[in-house]
């Protein structure tokens, strides 16, 4: 079985930043298979896309409205994931998820993740 463990959220001012981090455990995980994504969800909206990053870290994609504030990185000796995220803004507050895909490539659906964290609030406030 495999767990995804977030931390990092938190209440932040308009244009501060957080990082966020996941952690995976289990014996089936492996790092060099897994592409990893991230997502969010706002109260009374649809879960979205917000990151993805492939197995080596090599690839990355980003939703438009985070691109050149956000960026996903990856650590496969700790199986973690990262967002750093920078010049936040009041439209970012949600509840976030990190997830894992496996296969090697960048994906930005959810139904092509296989397992999920229980996500971390992040709430900016003006």
């Known amino acids: 079985q495999v767990q995804l463990v977030e931390s990092g959220g938190g209440l932040v001012q308009a244009g501060g930043s957080l990082r966020l981090s996941c952690v995976a455990s289990?014996?089936?995980?492996?790092?060099?298979?897994?592409?990893w994504g991230w997502f969010r969800q706002a109260p009374g909206k649809e879960r979205e896309f917000v990151a993805c990053?492939?197995?080596?870290?090599?690839?990355?994609q980003y939703e438009d409205s985070v691109k050149g504030r956000f960026t996903i990185s990856r650590d496969n000796g700790q199986n973690t994931v990262y967002l750093q995220m920078n010049s936040l803004k009041r439209e970012d507050t949600a509840v976030y998820h990190c997830?894992?895909?496996?296969?090697?490539?960048?994906?930005?659906?959810?139904?092509?993740?296989?397992?999920w964290g229980q996500g971390t609030q992040v709430t900016v406030s003006s």
């Open positions: 990053i492939d197995w080596i870290g090599s690839w990355t």
């Open positions: 289990g014996r089936t995980f492996h790092s060099y298979d897994t592409a």
């Open positions: 997830a894992a895909r496996r296969a090697p490539t960048c994906a930005t659906t959810a139904s092509e993740y296989q397992y």
